[in-house]
Structures are given as structure tokens and as C-alpha cells.
């Protein structure tokens, strides 16, 4: 009930405004609750070849990015950082319908990072990056992915590009949290 008398105290006899803010206050306490759910909940109940968009969307909220394919399909990304350490792409087929669901921060993906590979491949390969990081004297920029390197410990695999944004090699380096750091 203080919530409700917090919004009739700011808004008076308002109803539209006390219904649009709570709302709002749905939607946010919503959104903060997708962004924190465990990836055991994030999908749940989704089952690919049934679901549709407008059930992921649902379940998990929208995501950060959205990705048009070619054949019609659309890939929904959902990054679990900036201290999580999964990423899940949903591809969404052209009929509408969830045709996959997986988590891409892999040794198996990272393997498939070439050089040559622009930004946007590797961003629509791999996601949201955990953090960037440009080094001006090198001439280089660093995209770090932290993910789970065994089921104990996390690393990070790191994507360096040259000033045109092309990848000219990758590497791997122990996460912070490891040493006592971030």
C-alpha cells in the first residue's frame, strides 16, 4: 500500500498518471529482474519449433541486440554481463518460430575467430563484448569476453583489431577476479 499512497501523494486523483507510473514501475523492477535471472531461468519454458518471438521476448525481455539474417531469420542477443560470463543468441526462423537457442561463448566459437574477420562478424558471432579496451600506441583495439574457460574458473578471450577494424589475432588472459581484482 505505499507504493499505491507514495503515487496518489505525487500525482493526486490522477488515475492515468498512478496507472502509467505503475507501469513504469512494473516494467523496470521487470527489466531489472531479467538482467539478474539466472541463466537457468532466462529461457525457461521456451522450446524451439514452438515458441515464438513474442514468448521469448516474454520470458526473457528484450534483448540488446537484434540481429536481421539474410534467409529472414532474426538472432535475439542476450549478453549476461558485465560480470557474467554467457552470452545467448536466440535465432528466431523467418516463420516466426525460436529455431535455436545457445550460449556462444564457446572455445568452439572462439576457434572460428580469424583474422581478417571485421567487427561486425565478430560482434554477430560472439555478442556484446565484456569490455573494450584501445591502445592508442599499439594502434590496436581489444574486445574481452569474460567466459567460463572450465566449470570452475573464468577467463577472458580477447579480440585485437587493427585502426580499420579488422581482427589481426586473438588471445586469452586471466580474469581480474582471479588475482583479487575486478
Given at each position: 500500500?505505499?507504493?499505491?499512497?507514495?503515487?496518489?501523494?505525487?500525482?493526486?486523483?490522477?488515475?492515468?498518471?498512478?496507472?502509467?507510473?505503475?507501469?513504469?514501475?512494473?516494467?523496470?523492477?521487470?527489466?531489472?529482474?531479467?538482467?539478474?535471472?539466472?541463466?537457468?531461468?532466462?529461457?525457461?519454458?521456451?522450446?524451439?519449433?514452438?515458441?515464438?518471438?513474442?514468448?521469448?521476448?516474454?520470458?526473457?525481455?528484450?534483448?540488446?541486440?537484434?540481429?536481421?539474417?539474410?534467409?529472414?531469420?532474426?538472432?535475439?542477443?542476450?549478453?549476461?554481463?558485465?560480470?557474467?560470463?554467457?552470452?545467448?543468441?536466440?535465432t528466431i526462423d523467418a516463420d516466426g518460430k525460436v529455431g535455436?537457442?545457445?550460449?556462444?561463448?564457446?572455445?568452439?566459437?572462439?576457434?572460428?575467430?580469424?583474422?581478417?574477420?571485421?567487427?561486425?562478424?565478430?560482434?554477430?558471432?560472439?555478442?556484446?563484448?565484456?569490455k573494450v579496451e584501445k591502445f592508442a600506441l599499439k594502434k590496436?583495439?581489444?574486445?574481452?569476453?569474460?567466459?567460463?574457460?572450465?566449470?570452475?574458473?573464468?577467463?577472458?578471450?580477447?579480440?585485437?583489431?587493427?585502426?580499420?577494424?579488422?581482427?589481426?589475432?586473438?588471445?586469452?588472459?586471466?580474469?581480474?577476479?582471479?588475482?583479487?581484482?575486478g
Amino acid at each position: 500500500m505505499g507504493l499505491f499512497a507514495s503515487l496518489l501523494a505525487l500525482f493526486g486523483c490522477d488515475q492515468r498518471k498512478v496507472d502509467e507510473a505503475m507501469k513504469k514501475a512494473g516494467d523496470t523492477a521487470r527489466a531489472t529482474w531479467n538482467s539478474v535471472k539466472p541463466d537457468s531461468e532466462l529461457f525457461k519454458g521456451i522450446a524451439p519449433g514452438q515458441s515464438t518471438e513474442a514468448d521469448v521476448l516474454r520470458q526473457a525481455g528484450k534483448p540488446e541486440t537484434t540481429w536481421e539474417e539474410e534467409n529472414g531469420a532474426r538472432r535475439l542477443e542476450y549478453p549476461r554481463g558485465p560480470e557474467g560470463a554467457t552470452t545467448w543468441m536466440v535465432t528466431i526462423d523467418a516463420d516466426g518460430k525460436v529455431g535455436r537457442i545457445e550460449q556462444v561463448l564457446t572455445a568452439e566459437n572462439f576457434a572460428r575467430v580469424r583474422p581478417g574477420m571485421n567487427q561486425d562478424q565478430v560482434r554477430r558471432m560472439l555478442g556484446k563484448p565484456t569490455k573494450v579496451e584501445k591502445f592508442a600506441l599499439k594502434k590496436e583495439e581489444v574486445w574481452g569476453y569474460r567466459w567460463w574457460e572450465s566449470s570452475q574458473e573464468k577467463a577472458f578471450f580477447n579480440v585485437h583489431f587493427n585502426p580499420d577494424g579488422m581482427v589481426t589475432t586473438t588471445s586469452r588472459s586471466d580474469d581480474p577476479s582471479r588475482m583479487g581484482g575486478g
